[in-house]
């Protein structure tokens, strides 16, 4: 057992996406999509996180972009002489899901040695580094391009695959063999997705070959490809496999220093017959038989996620150290920490049966665009990582904190880890696939990470506002993304009332409160100043000092009409207030009064709120006059930033769990007229809008002063869906 894991127990490794893939002519870079790059700055942030080693990109279609003698090398020469510095040891990847610079491919005869003199170059360069991952996941990127089509060279068969395969595993071991006469100590750490394929009973036959291809790249750099290996006919007769290219390996062995296992919640599949309980893009087929293959999680009648058979089915095949070498999932924020507290719980509990488990790797730290549509197409689709680089400057999220207690082997406390993740829960079932798919199944061993007390002692979150649609939108979210939580009324809190509130703190003892109660008739308010300012600033601030004294998070709204409307962009968070109407004024003296009271509040601004439960939104209401024919009115000359309730309810709740403070501005975006929000609606629900009537707002017979520009940016990069894409989703289209 290696000497840094029997003396510290399990390692925290992290790492950046940086997949350079080739669609056609065109190349998809991670590292070139984001402001930031892993720069000094980030390395230093990662450090501070408790990180031993770090996966980090020096890559072939970057340093020599057209494959010839020129390279560049200063991006690299800058970043590994900081890292240098640092008590973080790179593994440094020379191809991540990549084919190689334009005068190659994974298909060219020549592809393995040209790697290997890149590796030398590398290797000669920065003698220094000792662990190495010189391909990245070689099986996936085989099957992505040589069996699937959606990489270059968009290969749909066999004999491409097992091209691409024979090609980047020979490549990983002339480019160690090239390493290693300029360091001999170097290590190969050798990656690949590892997940097991589950089936009904009629296609048990092809779960069990899914099973046994899983191990073939590691099995081919290993030596372990020989005639008495269950694969042996098929490589020789469907792939076209001779005999010699088979027996390179067995007679050039490198087997890995580590066994890496990447692992995702997409990583375990189910297959199954039944073509019609699921959509169309999972039908697929073997050329025997059409099934559908989806992921066990979404399909299986028993929680999944349990990483420690896996690790040790990988400990007990190779006798070889493994790392679990990529941790992360597309969730909302309390599932990426449950994922990663989860996979750190069964690597710890697989060491502790015996397995060499060296590390668990928190992978995609400054996030990842596009894996959505499988780096097909550029859509800007961003999944978070530890850290969100949206505003140019990374924002560490509650996965940065998690990471430190691992990395320290400190007992993990947040709330939001008490639950279980959607993989875990029912309610990941879709239409009627959870009707049958557990039928001839293994049982599924699972060891889910532990909530922290029973549901009736487990940490909360109150909401207030239990009449509100926006109370109610969070009392659901929380739901659905098992935050425990309270939702209460004014007869259970009156916010203006500090004996209620504190009453209320005690007996509930909540982690976090969200305020989403208030006065909200902006018309009446002028009429009714007195009762406004209550409920909408009174009440934040006897909340503030509640929530300050008793060190409980809060999350309160302010509204976009806290401005005057005399710009013509949108405003951001810094920006003066100027209110023109009672109910600004009221929203704008809460600002002040909360954060003063509590500097550590989330004050959020939001803006033209519309959504499933809001029938009286103006959305809402456009729409249904317009659908019965009739005339709709809406105003031409104010400029709003709708927002779609569902998305401002989930951004929040990551914020809230991230612990941010201060004034935040959270819309879906697009700076639209009323006008031009009802058309939009409209065209989208594929209703006739020409009985819609523009009108100026002076005649709506609105007493209060509305800014005619009140649209809301950010400065703080944490962008929502577009508007259009709520608006879809509004509508079920």
Not at 77 to 96: C, S, T
Not at 303 to 330: C, F, K, N, Q, S
Not at 435 to 462: F, H, K, M, Q, T
Request: glycine share 8%; proline share 6%; with cysteine.
């Amino acid at each position: 057992m290696d000497a840094r894991a029997e003396v510290g127990g399990l390692e925290l490794w992290g790492g950046i996406e940086c997949t350079v893939n080739r669609v056609g002519d065109r190349y998809f870079s991670q590292l070139d999509q984001r402001p930031y790059v892993g720069g000094e700055g980030d390395l230093h942030r990662f450090a501070e996180l408790g990180i031993r080693a770090l996966r980090y990109p020096v890559l072939w279609e970057r340093v020599m972009t057209d494959g010839g003698s020129g390279a560049d090398w200063a991006w690299s020469d800058a970043h590994l002489a900081a890292l240098r510095q640092l008590p973080m040891r790179p593994i440094v990847g020379l191809v991540h899901h990549g084919s190689g610079p334009r005068d190659t491919s994974l298909v060219d005869p020549q592809f393995p040695e040209k790697l290997a003199r890149y590796a030398s170059m590398v290797a000669r360069r920065y003698p220094w580094i000792e662990d190495y991952t010189p391909v990245n996941e070689p099986l996936t990127t085989a099957r992505f391009s040589g069996l699937y089509g959606l990489w270059y060279p968009h290969g749909r068969d066999v004999v491409t695959f097992r091209k691409a395969l024979f090609n980047q595993c020979r490549g990983i071991v002339l480019a160690m063999r090239a390493i290693e006469r300029v360091n001999p100590a170097a290590r190969l750490i050798q990656t690949d997705d590892l997940g097991t394929t589950y089936a009904t009973p009629a296609l048990q036959y092809q779960a069990d070959f899914n099973n046994r291809l899983r191990w073939l790249g590691w099995d081919l750099v290993c030596g372990r490809v020989g005639q008495d290996h269950p694969l042996w006919p098929w490589l020789r007769n469907a792939c076209q496999a001779s005999e010699a290219d088979i027996a390179w390996f067995a007679e050039h062995p490198r087997p890995p220093d580590v066994i890496g296992v990447n692992h995702y919640v997409t990583s375990d599949r189910f297959l199954d017959g039944n073509l019609e309980k699921y959509p169309a893009s999972c039908h697929g087929g073997n050329g025997r038989e059409r099934y559908a293959d989806v992921e066990a999680a979404r399909a299986v009648a028993g929680p999944v996620g349990d990483i420690a058979p896996l690790l040790m089915e990988a400990w007990r095949r190779y006798g070889l150290p493994v790392a679990v070498t990529e941790a992360h999932i597309d969730a909302r924020r309390e599932g990426q920490m449950r994922w990663l507290a989860g996979l750190w719980t069964g690597a710890d509990e697989a060491r502790r049966a015996g397995a060499d488990i060296q590390a668990v790797t928190a992978w995609s730290l400054l996030g990842s665009y596009d894996w959505n549509c499988l780096l097909t197409e550029r859509q800007g689709y961003y999944e978070t990582g530890a850290f969100d680089v949206r505003s140019g400057q990374p924002r560490g999220t509650a996965l940065t904190g998690l990471m430190r207690a691992l990395a320290s082997r400190e007992t993990a406390t947040h709330p939001a880890l008490s639950g279980t993740g959607w993989w875990q829960r029912p309610q990941r079932f879709g239409g009627e696939a959870a009707a049958s798919p557990a039928i001839g199944l293994p049982p599924l061993r699972v060891s889910p990470l532990p909530r922290l007390r029973a549901d009736n002692e487990r940490p909360s979150i109150v909401i207030i506002g239990a009449n509100g649609m926006l109370g109610r939108t969070f009392a659901r979210a929380c739901a659905e993304r098992d935050l425990h939580h309270r939702l209460l009324n004014r007869s259970e809190l009156d916010i203006a009332d500090a004996d209620s509130v504190r009453a209320a703190l005690v007996r509930f003892r909540p982690w976090a409160v969200i305020n989403a109660a208030g006065y909200a008739r902006v018309d009446e308010a002028e009429r009714d100043p007195t009762r406004c300012f209550r409920e909408n600033a009174l009440g934040p601030e006897i909340l503030a000092r509640a929530c300050a004294r008793e060190g409980i998070e809060l999350l309160t709204f302010s509204s976009h009409l806290v401005f005057d409307g005399e710009r013509r962009s949108p405003y951001l968070e810094s920006d003066a207030v100027s209110p023109l109407n009672v109910y600004g004024l009221s929203k704008a003296r809460s600002e002040t009064l909360v954060l003063d009271r509590y500097p550590g509040a989330l004050v959020v601004r939001t803006s033209a709120l519309f959504g499933p439960s809001h029938e009286n939104s103006f959305v809402a209401s456009a729409l249904r006059a317009l659908r019965a024919g009739q005339s709709f009115q809406a105003a031409h000359d104010v400029t709003i930033s709708p927002t779609y309730v569902p998305d401002l309810v989930d951004t929040c709740l990551d914020l809230l769990i991230d612990r941010e403070a201060g004034i935040w501005h959270i819309t879906n975006g697009d700076a639209v007229t009323w006008s031009q929000l009802a058309v939009r609606a409209a065209a989208r629900a594929g209703v006739d809008s020409k009985r819609l009537r523009d009108r100026a707002a002076r005649r709506s017979g609105i007493a209060a002063v509305l800014p005619r520009y009140s649209a809301l940016g950010s400065q703080r990069g944490f962008s929502m869906p577009s508007l259009d894409d709520a608006l879809d989703r509004y509508l079920g289209t």
